[in-house]
């Protein structure tokens, strides 16, 4: 079975340019769920799909954006660069949408590596 | 506001040896908490699921506990092997939000 795949798995742009990531989850995911991993912040939750629906969404400024497709494919979009947007993306995938009774572990894909010049 | 700490943030042991990694949490209304393995530009691998109503789940040489009452889990390795080098983090799921991850802990196993 394929598992989680980002791409493009590396990135280089300028201040002010827009970027689009892809994410293609484990087939049968239905949920998505995406994350900026920087060495100083850690790992920090952006925005969370399931069935093309946004469920949950971080603590971050408008000029982060996603979606998710009726296949499950999602996309996630910064616009306006700045360098601290430099990090790497995660994305995962899960069977189902968490909660009390989840026992549907995360499977996160290699990230796409962006970094802002 | 959930806040979850791992400590040590590194750690070095000679191969062999049993170790046990922290983590804790503020908040104990959470759905489940994860451990992780995240190997050097890679992303993450899920290790361990502890659901809010279990103590503990095994793997292996892999062993996770949970006290929610307390605000903490532990991760037990034994017999640690080389191939055991990486960042280790927990998350804790809750109502609201998705994974709240802590800053990890560097692992160093030496041959």
């Known amino acids: 079975k394929a598992g989680v795949t980002q791409t493009p798995r590396y990135l280089i742009k300028t201040r002010g340019q827009q970027v689009t990531l892809s994410c293609s989850p484990i087939?049968?995911?239905?949920?998505v769920s995406w994350y900026q991993q920087t060495p100083g912040q850690g790992l920090q939750f952006l925005f969370e799909?399931?069935?093309?629906?946004?469920?949950n969404k971080g603590n971050f400024p408008g000029r982060f954006s996603g979606r998710q497709f009726s296949n499950s494919r999602s996309e996630m979009n910064v616009s306006t660069l700045e360098l601290g947007d430099s990090a790497l993306y995660l994305c995962a995938s899960s069977v189902g949408t968490g909660g009390a009774f989840s026992n549907s572990p995360l499977h996160f894909g290699n990230g796409t590596r962006l970094t802002v010049t | 506001k959930q806040e979850v700490t791992q400590i040590p943030a590194a750690l070095s042991v000679p191969e062999g040896e049993n170790l046990v990694l922290n983590c804790s949490f503020t908040?104990?209304?959470?759905?489940?908490l994860q451990w992780f393995r995240q190997d050097p530009g890679k992303g993450l691998t899920s290790l361990l699921l502890i659901q809010s109503s279990q103590r503990e789940q095994t793997s292996g040489r892999l062993n996770a506990s949970l006290d929610k009452s307390s605000g903490r889990s532990t991760l037990y390795i034994a017999a640690s092997q080389p191939g055991d080098s990486a960042t280790y983090l927990c998350?804790?799921?809750?109502?609201?939000?998705?994974?709240?991850f802590g800053k990890g802990t560097t692992l160093s196993v030496s041959s």
């Open positions: 908040d104990s209304a959470i759905y489940n």
């Open positions: 799909y399931f069935s093309e629906t946004q469920r």
């Open positions: 087939s049968g995911h239905r949920s």
């Open positions: 998350a804790v799921e809750q109502a609201g939000t998705a994974l709240i």
